[in-house]
């Protein structure tokens, strides 16, 4: 038997980062801490996963952890540690009679150690109150209940293997449910031996997140990308990318630097050019908008920062003779272009019919309605990001402030720039708010194409619809744009985009399928 223990609900620090969710269900890698910590379990051990009682799990996590053949154990909530792994081993009805491992819920290895009645153990790096190794054979750990010394100590770090797991819960349940005097106890019944863990991260506290985040990114980073505690270098054998890139960078005008990392320069070694950012401790707003639990006015919170930069960006005076992106180049041109490439390779026409619920509609039609609620021709010039949206914006919560990375830098055919019309953030901005697009690229959804039949699910839940409603009036107060300008900027994003999907048929199947999603919505919204 293999126990995830995440039935308790993160700590206070990290609940205002990320709501009210279990440990296990932290971000980490565009997808939850649980699915990276299932993958650690041995190979055809039962593996189970304790949640709170009062946690309610969505539908697409519930389909998840099923396909993955994870039962969930829901234990009563406000148990002790010892008193939860009580209550989930009775509750999961496994035979005490095997082998158990249990790993904590804010806890990930690289690889477990290997061995019988073993306790992992790490160096601690920082001052929190972790269990400590000790020489003490009648209290061979003990709970840290003051402030850690600067000598290094060997702490428990969340993963256990016991051979009789009945000798557990009576050491456990003998101990008035500690789990600390449990593990002393059944240490002086049948023995236990402490083992140096490998790559162990701890997600439990808000520093730790962040630092194990920052070390989790670096080891599963490209080549392309390099990770310090410091900073972050960025390269690319496309050189022409990576250098519009600094240039953005480099030639930001001041006002602006307040929302973007601390910008280190760039070189070009043996012809390949890098530059480098400050190194932020901070999540991304995709990995917020699909995994965490905010309240609606915290994200009012930070789209009105988001809408605060893109104002900056507007009132940012445009060098004469600057090459300049405009909506129709970025939008119609681009659109019609990659559509075609797309149909072309999917063997379909523009003239093509579809059925979606339940309305039959072409190509053809949703680009000529998207192309009617386009706005207007007047251009909204200004400092250009070219990719404003959630997986390249920050948020810092202590600073109430967005930080935002990965800028476009140039014209499509190739001409530096800072500049453009900052309509095109907008859009890219609303595809994520509004066209779900990081909730696609998580993996969030269900599609079904077949007969020219289209079926969609996207697991987005109800309580971002006030969050989307009050984007929509910002941006109609701020900018003067409509929900229509929105989604028809939306769907013509989400068409040009489908022949860069190629590497995965059913992700692309999904992008293509939200078209129709988001015609529908621009359609009742004409009516």
């Not at 009789?164 to 009576?170: Q, S």
């Not at 449990?182 to 962040?210: C, E, M, P, Q």
């Not at 270098?233 to 890139?245: D, L, R």
């Not at 970025?330 to 379909?348: M, P, Q, V, Y």
């Amino acid at each position: 038997m293999f126990l995830i223990m995440s039935g308790a609900y993160v700590g206070q620090e990290l609940e205002s980062e990320f709501g009210r969710i279990p440990p296990s269900f932290l971000p980490l890698g565009n997808r939850r801490l649980f699915q990276h910590q299932v993958a650690l379990a041995p190979q055809g051990v039962k593996v189970y996963l304790s949640l709170p009682e009062s946690y309610a799990v969505s539908e697409i996590d519930h389909q998840w952890l099923e396909q993955h053949q994870v039962t969930i154990i829901a234990t009563p909530d406000g148990l002790s540690l010892g008193a939860s792994l009580v209550a989930a081993l009775n509750i999961s009805g496994h035979s005490l009679n095997a082998p158990l491992h249990i790993l904590y819920g804010d806890t990930l290895f690289n690889q477990l150690p290997v061995g019988d009645d073993i306790v992992s153990v790490s160096t601690a790096k920082d001052s929190y109150n972790w269990a400590v190794l000790t020489n003490d054979d009648v209290d061979w750990l003990q709970d840290a209940n003051t402030p850690m010394s600067h000598e290094s100590q060997r702490i428990i770090d969340g993963y256990f293997k016991f051979s009789r797991p009945r000798e557990l819960v009576r050491c456990i349940t003998q101990s008035e449910w500690k789990f600390i005097a449990g593990l002393n106890r059944y240490h002086k019944s049948v023995g236990l031996s402490a083992v140096n863990s490998i790559g162990w991260l701890d997600f439990g506290h808000v520093n730790t997140y962040y630092h194990s985040k920052a070390e989790f990114t670096t080891q599963r980073a490209f080549n392309e990308l390099t990770i310090t505690a410091k900073w972050i270098e960025k390269s690319s054998i496309k050189n022409q990318k990576i250098a519009a890139e600094a240039y953005w960078f480099d030639n930001l005008p001041m006002a602006m630097r307040g929302f973007i990392p601390q910008y280190l320069g760039s070189q070009n070694s043996e012809g390949k050019i890098s530059y480098r950012l400050e190194y932020l401790y901070l999540t991304a707003l995709n990995e917020l908008f699909v995994f965490s639990r905010l309240p609606s006015q915290i994200w009012q919170k930070i789209l009105a920062s988001a809408v605060e930069f893109l104002s900056l960006c507007l009132e940012q005076a445009v060098e004469p003779n600057a090459p300049i992106n405009t909506l129709d180049i970025l939008f119609s041109d681009k659109t019609a272009l990659r559509l075609n490439e797309f149909c072309t390779a999917r063997h379909i026409t523009l003239e093509d019919q579809w059925q979606f619920a339940g309305q039959h509609v072409s190509l053809a039609q949703i680009l000529r309605d998207s192309q009617k609620h386009l706005p207007d021709s007047k251009p909204l010039l200004g400092v250009l990001h070219g990719d404003f949206c959630f997986s390249n914006i920050l948020y810092d919560f202590r600073a109430n402030k967005i930080k935002t990375i990965d800028p476009r830098g140039m014209t499509p055919d190739g001409q530096k720039t800072l500049y453009g019309d900052i309509r095109y953030d907008l859009a890219k901005l609303s595809h994520s708010i509004l066209g779900l697009y990081d909730w696609i690229i998580a993996g969030y959804y269900h599609v079904e194409i077949a007969d020219n039949a289209i079926e969609l699910k996207i697991a987005e839940q109800s309580h971002h619809k006030e969050t989307q409603q009050g984007f929509i009036e910002l941006i109609e107060q701020t900018f003067g744009l409509t929900a229509k300008n929105l989604y028809a900027m939306q769907i013509q994003l989400f068409l040009s985009m489908l022949p860069l999907h190629a590497d995965d048929r059913r992700r692309q199947d999904a992008l293509f399928a939200n078209a129709f999603r988001l015609h529908q919505i621009l359609l009742r919204l004409d009516q």
